[in-house]
């Protein structure tokens, strides 16, 4: 299975102010996602992390506001930028199995976010 | 748009008893998820159901897919404190990220 890690596992952070999440993987991958939970909610997708290429973003969310990076195959950033209290959730990073893993999709262990 | 409906969303439970969450998706998906999460952590993926009729099982969870039906069912047998967490369903199609249900929050009482 793949590993995964992400940096910071939470943070606090007045309104305003950006904050950049980071996702390791422990081998390449080619598809990798950035999630967002919210409080005592479901997963909703925010885009798909394109290496070498601009990300695609889902309905409601934008590049000014989520700009993610991927610079390789084992490595993407999300940055969430002028955050306000709505942007408080679990920041999840996903990455779909490579050869042999039968098509699983494994989860980071998230980056909850807390804005005041 | 491929959608994914669980239910029931809240499910109080009685250990050693059975009982069974649902899984409908709205669009052909070839591929369906099962995932556990815990308070205050990520998601523990629980099966991969690829073809219509797979069935998994793992410990006291069964996973079955029915995609002419479109349905896909976790069966819990015998219920202990230790499953109570919240159980997501997730379908996906070709290479199209995972779409997830709302979620059944499991509470396993003595």
Redesign the interface.
């Known amino acids: 299975s793949a590993v995964i890690s992400q940096k910071p596992s939470r943070d606090i952070c007045q309104r305003g102010t950006s904050l950049t999440i980071q996702c390791q993987v422990d081998s390449q991958v080619t598809m990798m996602f950035w999630y967002r939970q919210q409080p005592g909610q479901s997963l909703t997708l925010i885009a798909t992390a394109n290496q070498g290429s601009e990300a695609t973003y889902e309905s409601g969310f934008v590049i000014d506001k989520f700009p993610i990076s991927r610079p390789n195959l084992t490595f993407s950033t999300l940055t969430v930028s002028n955050m306000s209290p709505e942007d408080s959730s679990i920041y999840l990073c996903s990455v779909v199995g490579g050869e042999g893993q039968g098509l699983e999709q494994y989860f980071g262990p998230g980056t909850r976010l807390t804005v005041t | 748009e491929l959608k994914v409906e669980q239910n029931p969303l809240f499910l109080s439970m009685q250990e050693g008893k059975n009982y069974t969450i649902y899984c409908n998706y709205s669009t052909t998906s070839d591929?369906l998820?099962w995932?556990r999460q815990d308070p205050?952590?990520?998601?523990e993926?629980l099966f991969?159901l690829?073809s219509n009729g797979a069935v998994k099982q793992e410990g006291r969870l069964m996973a079955s897919l029915d995609t002419k039906a479109r349905l896909s069912t976790l069966h819990i047998t015998a219920a202990v404190h230790d499953l109570s967490a919240t159980y997501?369903c997730?379908a996906s199609s070709g290479?199209t990220?995972?779409?997830?249900?709302?979620?059944t929050r499991l509470s396993v009482i003595a």
């Open positions: 591929r998820y995932y205050g952590k990520s998601l993926s991969v690829l997501f997730a290479n990220p995972l779409v997830f249900g709302k979620g």
